[in-house]
T-cell receptor, first 115, second 112 residues
Framework: AQSVTQPDIHITVSEGASLELRCNYSYGATPYLFWYVQSPGQGLQLLLKYFSGDTLVQGIKGFEAEFKRSQSSFNLRKPSVHWSDAAEYFCAVGPYNTNAGKSTFGDGTTLTVKP | DVKVTQSSRYLVKRTGEKVFLECVQDMDHENMFWYRQDPGLGLRLIYFSYDVKMKEKGDIPEGYSVSREKKERFSLILESASTNQTSMYLC???????????FGSGTRLTVV
């Protein structure tokens, strides 16, 4: 069975500082991997995704993530955080090579940005 | 952009009522999903559908049912609402698993 672990429940960074949110997954084959962001009271928005090719993927809002198969990780990064990045972030893993599969989500990491 | 629209942002219902949560997507997506989101429990899948009239149970289907009579609409039904169904309900759709999901804005349901 697939699973996702986000080790950090809450992270606080200063505006302008760099950010890394951790995600570890468990899946028996090549997974699809996703990062989503949720602003308070809203639904989730897809930031970026990986399913093959270059292991460093670029997303919206200046975010990137790196797939490391040897570490079963897909960490999200941003070089300089803006106050508007304060939100909850979810990592998700989906089954490969199926159209009817469903994603499994991590429990989320809440990001607070200090002025 | 694909849009997923949930008919209500906030709902307050009484215990025992039958509740319908509606979700409509406008991009001909095959797959649709209903999740509930609770503090400390993350997102939990209730039901999903990969075609019209096709549905599968997710991780927590008890107390819920779904209907997908048309491709664009996926309804979640609480047969007899209970207070432990107070939650944020999120609908999502996808064209295929590799594309990721498009979520609606959510319906915050309170059962009193």
């Amino acid at each position: 069975a697939q699973s996702v672990t986000q080790p950090d429940i809450h992270i606080t960074v200063s505006e302008g500082a760099s950010l890394e949110l951790r995600c570890n997954y468990s899946y028996g084959a090549t997974p699809y991997l996703f990062w989503y962001v949720q602003s308070p009271g809203q639904g989730l928005q897809l930031l970026l995704k990986y399913f093959s090719g270059d292991t460093l993927v670029q997303g919206i809002k200046g975010f990137e993530a790196e797939f490391k198969r040897s570490q079963s990780s897909f960490n999200l990064r941003k070089p300089s955080v803006h106050w508007s990045d304060a939100a909850e972030y979810f990592c998700a893993v989906g089954p490969y090579n199926t159209n009817a599969g469903k994603s499994t989500f991590g429990d989320g990491t809440t990001l607070t940005v200090k002025p | 952009d694909v849009k997923v629209t949930q008919s209500s942002r906030y709902l307050v219902k009484r215990t025992g009522e039958k509740v319908f949560l509606e979700c409509v997507q406008d991009m001909d997506h095959e797959n649709m999903f209903w999740y509930r989101q609770d503090p400390g429990l993350g997102l939990r899948l209730i039901y999903f559908s990969y075609d019209v009239k096709m549905k599968e149970k997710g991780d927590i289907p008890e107390g819920y049912s779904v209907s997908r009579e048309k491709k664009e609409r996926f309804s979640l039904i609480l047969e007899s609402a209970s207070t432990n169904q107070t939650s944020m309900y999120l609908c999502a759709s996808s064209i295929r698993e590799s594309s990721g999901y498009t979520f609606g804005s959510g319906t915050r349901l309170t059962v009193v």
